[in-house]
């Protein structure tokens, strides 16, 4: 029972980070019917600004860790609306697969970019959080854990109130339901596609500043993250915000859970199970778990 | 008196295909003009080129400004228009679809107001706009584009696909914003017979040209109107 708890908490955390990942995903997904390829690098990207951020000295001083998360943030959203400006919406009459190639070739180009300027080896991040625990009946619940878990959906919470509660959130949502009668509304839907791409790029670089102290930081950190993030928000649903999150959320339960109590299921086995899922759910229920359970009618 | 709309010899085109050659036509303040025509006229284009949502060419006019040429703009200008298909936010509930009338407005929507007009959108208001029927679709796109609160509304086909009775209840309803807002409208219609009740003038496209134009009743006794239009 101890041991199920222990990998509850480290599943939920884990899950946590993907689910806020298949919530980037989601949020371009569902505007534009683009697959952003390039998510998982832009967190990596932003990670090491916010490790560039808090290990040199700007002005004469460091950023502590909470001002360093948060001025990350705000460079995240302004890199994710400049990256929608100047790449994507040239590409506004293009086909999907012509801006989903695009994304592609952002993924390689922020690689190599990261490990041209920071160097390819891994280096330590810090994690806001002690490495103790606490000790609850006998389960040991990591202090990370629960700061890593609270963090990520404190902002995938934040994120949710802006669009079920603002005038600009509800424009976002109708601009991605029907973009063409949003704009005869007055509504500027370009500008709100960019804006999208800025809580996009928020979201991964909480998830990438979230996994770093585990992973370590490299220009390669984010790809397998990416991966359970995928493998989240398809079996949650593409269309379905919540689905990404609940999805990603159950990825991380699920693996954990495995690596605990299937032996056969090792650290390397990871990746391909979660491929395997993301394979079942394509086959069986593509709309995935929350599909869109639009009624259209007349 | 300056007609509140005016189209000078405007002509639009989707990529190769012409689809309107120089039509000039004006709506006045106040005013509910039809535009009739065979399936391909020219009638929907006409008013994707007012809202730009087309390329065009020539002049649009409206309150004394030419108009730039988005679809957002024209909406911020104060066009509203219910585009084919009603341009309803399946996803969305009804009141949401509402407030998105008022986007560009500021404070809070006159749903008071929209509610006297359509009372039954109240108990409705938390219902998918996608479960809606046709017909309370299309009166839901009306109350959102009144709560746009415009000087100008332009609908396209509000019958299609609505039964004969649903279709005279959409414009008894036009016809009243037309009387108690002084709301000028340009409705785009097949139905010649209930455009002709509804509208004072009315213009009939005929491969992307103003064929004839003039009063619904002259048009009404043309006889070439009528026995291509309405049909006896």
């Known amino acids: 029972m101890q041991q199920f708890f222990q990998a509850l908490t480290t599943g939920l955390a884990d899950g946590s980070i993907y689910a806020s990942l298949a919530l980037a995903l989601v949020l371009i997904y569902k505007a534009t019917e683009v697959i952003n390829f390039a998510q998982g690098e832009m967190a990596m990207f932003t990670t090491y600004i916010a490790y560039a951020l808090y290990t040199h000295s700007h002005f004469g001083h460091t950023l502590s860790y909470w001002p360093m998360f948060f001025v990350t943030l705000l460079i995240a959203f302004g890199l994710g609306i400049g990256l ?68 990520t959906l404190g902002c995938v919470f934040v994120l949710w109130v802006f669009f079920r509660f603002t005038k600009l ?70 269309e379905s915000p919540i689905g990404a999150v609940a999805g990603g959320l159950g990825i991380g339960i699920l693996l954990s859970l495995l690596g605990t109590y299937v032996h056969a299921v090792t650290p390397e086995l990871r990746l391909p199970v979660a491929l395997l899922i993301l394979l079942v759910v394509l086959l069986i229920k593509p709309a995935g778990l929350f599909g869109s359970g639009v009624v259209r009618r007349g | 008196m300056a007609p509140l709309l005016e189209l000078d010899d405007v002509s639009a085109r989707y990529g190769p295909i012409a689809a309107l050659h120089g039509v000039s036509l004006t709506v006045d303040d106040g005013e509910i003009v039809a535009i009739l025509g065979a399936n391909g006229a020219g009638k929907t284009t006409t008013l994707r080129a007012v809202s730009g949502m087309v390329r ?32 309803i936010f399946a996803e969305l509930t009804v009141w949401e679809n509402l407030r998105m009338g008022a986007y560009v407005r500021r404070g809070k929507p006159d749903m008071q107001t929209v509610l006297a007009y359509f009372p039954w959108l109240d108990t409705r208001r938390n219902q998918q706009a996608g479960t809606l029927s046709g017909g309370e679709q299309q009166m839901l796109a009306l109350a959102r584009a009144f709560l746009q609160r415009p000087r100008l509304l332009m609908l396209d086909e509000p019958s299609l696909g609505l039964a004969p009775l ?42 992307g040209k103003v064929a004839t134009s003039g009063s619904a009743d002259e048009l009404k006794s043309n006889d070439a109107v009528r026995s291509a239009y309405l049909g006896y």
Do not use: C
């Open chain 1, 169 to 238: 959130g509800l424009a976002m949502r109708a601009g991605a339901v029907n973009p063409g009668a949003a704009r005869l509304l007055g509504v500027r839907t370009s500008w709100l596609l960019a804006l999208g791409w800025g809580f996009a790029a928020v979201l991964g670089a909480v998830s990438g500043m979230m996994s770093a102290p585990t992973v370590f930081l490299s220009p390669n950190m984010m790809q397998a993250v990416l991966i359970f993030a995928f493998a989240g928000a398809i079996l949650g649903g593409l």
């Open chain 1, 84 to 151: 929608q400006r100047v790449v994507i919406r040239p590409l506004e009459h293009a086909s999907v697969l012509t801006v989903v190639m695009a994304t592609i070739a952002l993924l390689v180009i922020l690689n190599g970019l990261a490990a041209w300027i920071w160097s390819p080896e891994l280096k330590f991040f810090p994690s806001p959080f002690p490495t103790t625990a606490w000790v609850i009946g006998g389960v040991h619940i990591s202090k990370q854990d629960v700061g890593t878990f609270a963090v």
């Open chain 2, 56 to 87: 065009r060419a020539g002049s649009i006019v409206f309150g004394g400004r030419r108009l730039r040429g988005s679809p957002e703009s024209t909406a911020r200008a104060g066009i509203a228009h219910v585009p084919e298909g009603r341009g």
């Open chain 2, 166 to 207: 649903v279709t005279r209840e959409v414009f008894r309803v036009v016809a009243d914003l037309n009387e108690k807002e002084g709301l000028a409208v340009l409705v785009v219609e097949q139905n010649a017979t209930i455009a002709l009740t509804a509208a004072q003038r009315a213009y009939v496209l005929e491969t």
